[in-house]
């Protein structure tokens, strides 16, 4: 998918930089702590799983990171230039981040093609001609040529999703945020979307990815980070998380999974 | 049509489905060679339902009559009727008005087209500028706030009255006095308030996750109400706003009050001439016979984008 081609010049960082650096982050809605002091470093080409229990802050990190939320104290630094500085230019930020949400949020008034052409074209300024070549040569990969056209309440969950990590880097982003991109997702339809984002670590796609695949975060990832109640409280590579997690809230949340079935 | 399951499992059912096929049948599907027979169980079912049909239209019938018996004995037996037919059912007024009303109502069609256009876009920049977030734009939020709550809640009638009437007496130099001019500025101050709320709503109503899509994918806030929230919101929007525009048909009839000789106006003055009101009831079958495509095109744009977005199935 050539993803992995430099993005907007300038973005290549100082050798050794992590793409994103969290410092201490912390984030509250009202009088409820939701992150709190998270420290979190993602290196280049690399792939982070953010796992825990529903409510312990995974979206809202990965919202924060994106300038969707506003963060109440510490820095999130992307390729070394902090990001929640004020008189940041928002925009630009989320422009070298892509998002791939749980709900697909796919625009349903545009065909697939325009869905994945929009940003191209109009933030961009890539011209129609060259970013539907593009759009329509990243559906080919994923054997969705034939439903450019379509809308999407035609297609099939997994379709969608596909489609909306399409979007996301068709604009080649530096860093790719996934919340949780098959939980909505019939069974038998994960698997086509897991590949997508296999490929994506094949070509070097630097991720960070909510899951409550664990099966997958062993996989793919190369840093498990494990949050609980808005704290990191382990973090490391997946044999150390899943083989031999070090604190008990882990060890009793991976025992959970396993009862489910699902680990 | 609950019989779609068998007419997609099994096509070519034509052969079998043809002649006895009355209502509720089997919908076409392209005849393929294999022969279906429909089963014992699928030709009772039918039966029974063109049976409950035939029932529903008797009893339709027979209720309407009744009512409609009814309702005619009543008027008619009322002692005042031969007075009331005489003074606005009568046949010489009604060919003499209907010319005059015709004329009239050009007046009222060109004022719908006009300010229907001008409500339609303004209503739509209003409800944008209520959206601009930011403490710049504090003045422009409250203004148009003030507005629309100011209008929607003032009468139409007092605001027609205030902007004939009292705009002349200002004595404004350049300014019209011109009772079209001033009543079509009166239906548009009023009506943009009515849809600005229909257009506010609809912006507001576009699910928060595409915004945010929108600006993950580096959209401006202007690019994301431009190509993602404004299309979804107008297309949830277009059945009430056709609503509007039907009732501003009808409100175009209220520019009379100035003396603009619409189709009101022309009734009105034959009414008064010959003390015969039948110009009037003339003038708001006229009204009723305009707006009826009007609501059944919006019935029918309705039904269509409902369809479209959601599959029902048979309830
Ligand atoms: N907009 C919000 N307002 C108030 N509380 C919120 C909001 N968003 C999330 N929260 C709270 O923050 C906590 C973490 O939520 P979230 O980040 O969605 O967790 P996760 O994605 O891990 O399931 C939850 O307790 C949730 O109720
Ligand atoms: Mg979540």
Known sequence: MTVDAPGPAGAESAAGEPVLRLEEVRKGYGSSLVLRDVTLEVPVHTVTALIGASGSGKSTLLRCVNLLEEVDDGGIFLDGAEITAPRVDQDAVRRRIGVVFQSYNLFPHMTVLDNITLAPRRVHRVPRDRAEAEALELLARLGLADRAGAYPDRLSGGQQQRVAILRAVATRPRLLLLDEVTAALDPELVGEVLAVIRDLKEEGMTMVLATHEMAFARDVADQVCFLDAGVVLERGTPAEVFGAPRQQRTRDFLRRLTEAGRL | ?315
Not at chain 2, 75 to 89: I, K, M, S
Not at chain 2, 151 to 156: A, H, N, Q, S, V
């Open chain 2, 1 to 315: 049509m609950t019989v779609s399951d068998d007419a997609d499992d099994r096509p070519g059912d034509m052969a079998g489905g043809k002649g006895e096929d009355v209502t509720g049948g089997p919908p076409d599907v392209k005849a393929t060679p294999a022969a279906y027979v429909p089963s014992a169980r699928r030709i009772a079912r039918e039966r029974y339902r063109r049976a409950r049909t035939r029932r529903s239209f008797a009893v339709a019938a027979v209720s309407s009559a009744a009512t409609a018996a009814v309702l005619v004995a009543l008027v008619v037996n009322a002692p005042g009727w031969q007075r009331t037919r005489a003074t606005f059912l009568n046949a010489h007024y009604a060919r003499v008005a209907l010319p005059k009303v015709l004329d009239g109502l050009w007046l009222n069609l060109r004022l719908l087209v006009v300010c229907g256009a001008i409500v339609l876009v303004a209503g739509l920049l209003l409800a944008m500028l209520r959206t601009l977030r930011g403490p710049v734009f504090f003045p422009v939020r409250a203004l148009a706030t003030v507005y629309v709550d100011f209008f929607r809640g003032l009468p139409l009638i007092i605001c027609i009255l205030v902007c004939v009437f009292g705009v002349p007496a200002l004595r404004l130099s350049g300014v019209t006095h011109d009772p079209v001019l001033l009543g079509g500025f009166a239906l548009c101050l009023t009506y943009t308030a009515y849809v600005a709320e229909v257009f506010r709503a609809g912006i507001e109503s576009v699910h928060p996750g595409q915004r945010a899509a929108a600006r993950s994918l580096g959209l401006t806030t202007a690019q994301t109400m431009r190509h993602v929230v404004l299309p979804q919101a107008v297309r949830l929007v277009v059945p009430a706003l056709l609503n509007d525009m039907v009732s501003l048909q009808k409100d175009t009839g209220l520019v009379s009050i100035g003396g603009a000789v619409d189709a009101v106006y022309a009734a009105e003055i034959i009414a008064s001439r010959d003390f015969n009101y039948t110009p009037y009831v003339v003038a708001g079958l006229i009204f009723v016979v305009i707006t009826i495509p009007m609501t059944r095109f919006t019935d029918w744009v309705a039904a269509r984008m409902n369809a479209r977005q959601s599959q029902g199935g048979a309830v």
